[in-house]
């Protein structure tokens, strides 16, 4: 079953080759010749089941990618330790200059739904600290809920939204982030993508609501 599933990427790629390649290739030749100039920096989830790309329908080049699981933000912290999505803001806000950072969360989301577990895998040690960057969404969404019946499905899909709004904050802890907001140089925006319907919704910092993304200009 793990042969078929490489021959399948094999077979992938070559399709890729004789037609999405080409189809860029003029592209691919500038982005080599004059470097990559990205707008904007998306953060998303590692989950297989969300493509930034495929989903804004972006050309290569347009976006630059950080993924990981929950697509958390952690906080600005300057020690000699491995921070490989802090790494990636900070290149892409300082050294690309995009305009404009995306968090984009998405319904049935695995992180969010494992804080509401406990994590016995003795495996998931990085897993387990990881996870700790959405607590203080969960802990918001657990006190607001306190004297509401809601459904679980209701409790993850408002604590997969709160989240985003954490990880935006964490977004300004990074001094060049902060800096380049408050001259109106960078946007922060969130994003949340229902996987079973494809519908976008964005949070609008005016009503404090995720709304629909068709129709507006977020």
Known sequence: ?????????????????????????NKFLDLVKN???????F?????SRVDPALITNS??????????????????????DFHATAAGIEYAV??????????????????IETMYTK??????????????????????????????????????????????LFQSKNLLTYPDVERRVHAGELFIRSWYYHLETGELEYFNTESGEFEPMIGSEN
């Open 1 to 25: 079953m793990q042969l078929m599933k490489i021959a399948e990427l094999i077979s992938g790629y070559e399709k890729f080759k004789d037609t999405k390649f080409k189809k860029y290739e």
């Open 35 to 41: 470097g990559q100039h990205p707008k904007v920096l």
């Open 43 to 47: 953060i998303a989830c590692s989950d």
């Open 59 to 80: 050309a290569p080049g347009e976006l630059f990618i950080l993924r990981n699981i929950g697509n958390f933000v952690p906080p600005f912290a300057p020690d000699n």
């Open 94 to 111: 300082s050294v690309l200059g995009v305009t404009d950072i995306i968090i984009c969360g998405h319904s049935h989301c695995g992180a």
């Open 119 to 164: 994590i016995t895998d003795i495996n998931l040690v990085h897993v387990k600290k990881w996870l700790e960057l959405g607590l203080g969404a969960k802990n918001y969404v657990t006190q607001k809920l306190i004297s509401q019946h809601v459904s679980q499905a209701e409790r993850l899909e408002l604590t997969e939204k709160i989240s985003l």
